[in-house]
């Protein structure tokens, strides 16, 4: 059996779920999670905002305008005066559970039982679509095997032992549909994921069944390089989980680390596609550190400050560096990269939050150097230190480019540089030359 997820913006118009109902016609068995379209979620926020603020009225129209939006959109899709009438008493009972609150008192706890309507309107609604179209499904609903425990993180052996459950009572049924995000708390409460949201819940169902493959659509398409800078940057085929642990790293829109984390752990490949372009292969994560060439990408994080500590010597070098990551952690403030010499430390951050204090605190036991307006370059791919050779391509391709940082070595997955803001974009270049074009 395979996962597939979609996002909102697969399901936002008529013809978008349309072309779901296509993606997913095969014949392979398959549990299909939903997220609820933006414009709907920032519709039903501004809803709970009402109610919150008792603003009764102003609620009621917004809800009327929504509710009348969706029974458009049902009449739109959907031909069988039936299947048509059946969808739009599906989207009456979700809308009752919001137009309760216009009775009842409402706490801030209660906007998550709004929201929650938006992934169960959008996943009653294609599951009659689907029917119409003659593809058998159950939808089932998230709030039935998706829960957190007491520390807020998700249950994954109740999530596994309920899938299983499902899967179990409908033996003939191979296209089921769910609900992404939404879940029961500890105490049975209308609750979100923590973190992850849509990507994670098709991680712990895939993690859950031991699925052939998750598949993410996404209209975000992983590129060896940045194509603002490199416009013919390919989309690369193949990763292996610790290659795209480094790539989401630089771009957190890829895919959410927690869902490539879950199905890392129970190694469950992970497949990326885009929805705009069906036919194209996307990007398979998987396992196998050898598929395609040693350099994957090029990747970049910009807005970095660059930090160069010199020991005053006030402090024994082993004190010295200790005091330097004490001084950090206590303001909770993360270095991206970290190169050090005996009385040398050299720090790249993206956290500006609390640097003025630490390096305050840290002047009096360094002399301190500071330069922002950096980037950070990643080359990715199989470096293992038997691979020599790219190091020294790297290098040769930089040559011209003054580099502040050169950190490699904390794993086999990149090498990473820091350079001014303004030498990005010739790196960049140089590099997709020298390393990525030659390697296809």
């Known amino acids: 059996m395979r996962i597939y997820k979609f996002d909102g913006n697969a399901t936002a118009s008529v013809r978008g779920m349309q072309h779901v109902a296509k993606l997913i016609q095969d014949n392979t068995s398959k549990i299909v999670v939903l997220s609820a379209p933006k414009d709907v979620t920032k519709h039903l926020g ?52 919001i137009w309760k609150y216009s009775m009842e008192p409402f706490y801030s706890t209660d ?9 169960l309107l959008t996943s009653t609604l294609l599951g ?17 095997f998706i ?12 999530i596994s032992q309920k899938v299983k459950e499902i899967c179990k009572a409908y033996p003939n049924t191979h296209l089921f549909l769910t609900q992404g995000s939404i879940c029961r708390n500890a105490f049975g409460e209308t609750d979100y994921l923590k973190q992850g ?21 996404t209209d975000v398409d992983i590129h060896s390089n940045d194509t603002l800078v490199v416009k013919d940057a390919d989309t690369i085929k193949n990763l292996s989980f610790s290659e795209a642990e480094r790539l989401i790293y630089f771009n957190p829109q890829i895919l959410h ?45 910009d807005s970095i400050t660059y ?39 050299s720090v790249a951050t993206d956290d500006r939050n609390f640097l003025s204090l630490i390096l305050r605190e840290l002047n009096k036991y360094a002399r301190i150097w500071v330069e922002d307006k950096m980037s950070i370059i990643s080359v990715v791919g199989n470096m293992k230190s038997s691979c020599i050779e790219t190091e020294a391509r790297i290098m040769d391709a930089l040559r011209n480019i003054p580099l502040k940082m050169i950190s490699y070595g904390s794993d086999e997955n990149d090498v990473s540089l820091v350079v001014k803001v303004t030498d990005k974009a010739e790196a960049l270049r140089l590099l997709d030359e020298k390393l990525l074009k030659k390697a296809s």
């Open 111 to 119: 906007e998550k039982e709004i929201l929650a309507q938006g992934e």
């Open 147 to 158: 829960r957190t425990g007491m520390n807020g993180e998700a249950d994954e052996e109740y």
């Open 257 to 301: 680390p927690l869902c490539l984390a879950t199905a890392w752990k129970e190694n469950i490949p992970i497949r990326l596609l885009n929805p705009m372009n069906p036919t194209s292969e996307g990007t398979y994560i998987s396992a196998n550190r050898l598929n395609g060439n040693m350099v994957k990408a090029v990747a970049t994080k």
């Open 197 to 217: 949201g849509s990507d994670y819940t098709a991680a712990l169902i895939g993690t859950a069944i031991q699925a052939e493959e998750i598949r993410i659509w």
């Open 307 to 345: 930090i160069r500590f010199e020991s005053n010597h006030t402090l024994r070098p082993y004190m010295f560096i200790s005091k330097i990551f004490d001084i950090f952690a206590k303001y909770k403030t993360m270095p991206c990269l970290l190169t050090s010499s005996n009385d040398n430390i």
């Open 46 to 97: 501004e809803v709970a905002a009402s109610f919150f603020n008792r603003n009764i009225e102003e609620a009621h129209d917004k809800i009327t305008r929504l509710e009348f939006q969706f029974i458009d959109f049902a009449n739109e899709l959907l031909t069988n005066d039936t299947i048509k009438h059946e969808a739009i008493r599906g989207i009456l009972d979700c809308f009752q559970a």
């Open 128 to 144: 009659f679509y689907l029917q119409e179209q003659g593809m058998d499904n159950s939808v089932i609903c998230a709030f039935d």
